[in-house]
Nanobody, 127 residues
Framework: QVQLVESGGGSVQAGGSLALSCEASRYFYGMGWFRQAPGKEREGVAS???????????FYADSVKGRFTISRDGAKNTVYLQMNSLKPEDTAMYYC????????????????????WGQGTQVTVSS
């Protein structure tokens, strides 16, 4: 059974930083972070696709470019999201996701491209 276990998150003031991590029960070519604020649809934040432990490509939503960094440790099947310069609008439930595929999809941050999901971790940014 596939498991994605998230950790991190919490509350921080605007301008602060938080880090999220997600450990998967096995290797996945693509992993990503998504978020969902109350009353809004789930949206892609960042995704990373890794092949053979070395080649990797990353994608970011425009709203987080330059502030968030996604990375992964292949040996631990773990993906990380470092979030800096946080804004109140970053407040949401953050979900880790994994894609069981062999190539980068056309829409690298699309919810539909990911097969497995974590339970979510709350991030709250106060002004």
């Amino acid at each position: 059974q596939v498991q994605l276990v998230e950790s991190g998150g919490g509350s921080v003031q605007a301008g602060g930083s938080l880090a999220l991590s997600c450990e998967a029960s096995r290797y996945f070519y693509g992993m990503g972070w998504f978020r969902q604020a109350p009353g809004k649809e789930r949206e892609g934040v960042a995704s990373i696709y890794t092949r053979y432990g070395s080649y990797r490509t990353t994608f970011y939503a425009d709203s987080v470019k330059g502030r968030f960094t996604i990375s992964r440790d292949g040996a631990k099947n773990t993906v990380y999201l470092q979030m800096n310069s946080l804004k109140p609008e970053d407040t949401a439930m953050y979900y880790c996701a994994a894609a069981d595929r062999g190539s980068v999809p056309r829409s690298a941050l699309a919810v539909d491209e990911f097969n497995y999901w974590g339970q979510g971790t709350q991030v709250t940014v106060s002004s």
